[in-house]
T-cell receptor, first 113, second 110 residues
Framework: DGGITQSPKYLFRKEGQNVTLSCEQNLNHDAMYWYRQDPGQGLRLIYYSQIVNDFQKGDIAEGYSVSREKKESFPLTVTSAQKNPTAFYLC????????????FGSGTRLTVV | GQNIDQPTEMTATEGAIVQINCTYQTSGFNGLFWYQQHAGEAPTFLSYNVLDGLEEKGRFSSFLSRSKGYSYLLLKELQMKDSASYLCAVTPGSNYQLIWGAGTKLIIKP
């Protein structure tokens, strides 16, 4: 079955450390997205990529980095520069054609300890 | 700017009907989505509207008025499992990126 896999589901990080969240899809979708969700808030776009080897900053890109070396993979690195990284991170993908919407991974909950 | 407004929280009774409203002001319009999100889980697709009118899918219906920048999600015969957040999202441009509302937390009481 096709889908998006995010790993790990829970992640703990010490302050000052970088951490990478994995996102893999086998849906053959061109576009991929990373969102951050804080309690009681909506989805905020961190980065997105519409094609391999190309990505764009979203609304809250500071302190984050991404790569898109393969169509299937869009890892997100939370760097030590991100001042408040504790949040729920969601990866999504889509194809051109508005009626399809986005398909989401199950999310990674990152906690800084 | 782009803006999507939804009520923060609503409460309803099991077996009843509830309507969740969404108003939007965006630079363009290529469709409006409703997603359901249970706590700690990923959003799941509920509906898509691009033309004015009502789309019905079982217990859930979604309505759109483009001239008013308005949509609602109607949930009938509420069940306890319908307790979740409901997210309204608009795709304003041809690249089909979504602009998200903050979501409406729906609490169902017995």
């Amino acid at each position: 079955d096709g889908g998006i896999t995010q790993s790990p589901k829970y992640l703990f990080r010490k302050e000052g450390q970088n951490v990478t969240l994995s996102c893999e899809q086998n849906l053959n979708h061109d576009a991929m997205y990373w969102y951050r969700q804080d309690p009681g808030q909506g989805l905020r776009l961190i980065y997105y990529s519409q094609i391999v080897n190309d990505f764009q900053k979203g609304d809250i890109a500071e302190g984050y980095s991404v790569s898109r070396e393969k169509k299937e993979s869009f890892p997100l690195t939370v760097t030590s520069a991100q001042k408040n990284p504790t949040a729920f991170y969601l990866c999504a993908s889509s194809v051109p054609g508005a009626s399809y919407g986005y398909t989401f991974g199950s999310g990674t909950r990152l906690t800084v300890v | 700017g782009q803006n999507i407004d939804q009520p923060t929280e609503m409460t309803a009774t099991e077996g009843a009907i509830v309507q969740i409203n969404c108003t939007y002001q965006t630079s363009g319009f290529n469709g409006l989505f409703w997603y359901q999100q249970h706590a700690g889980e990923a959003p799941t697709f509920l509906s898509y509207n691009v033309l004015d009118g009502l789309e019905e899918k079982g217990r859930f219906s979604s309505f759109l008025s483009r001239s008013k920048g308005y949509s609602y999600l109607l949930l009938k015969e509420l069940q306890m499992k319908d307790s979740a957040s409901y997210l309204c999202a608009v795709t304003p441009g041809s690249n089909y990126q979504l602009i998200w509302g903050a979501g409406t937390k729906l609490i169902i009481k017995p």
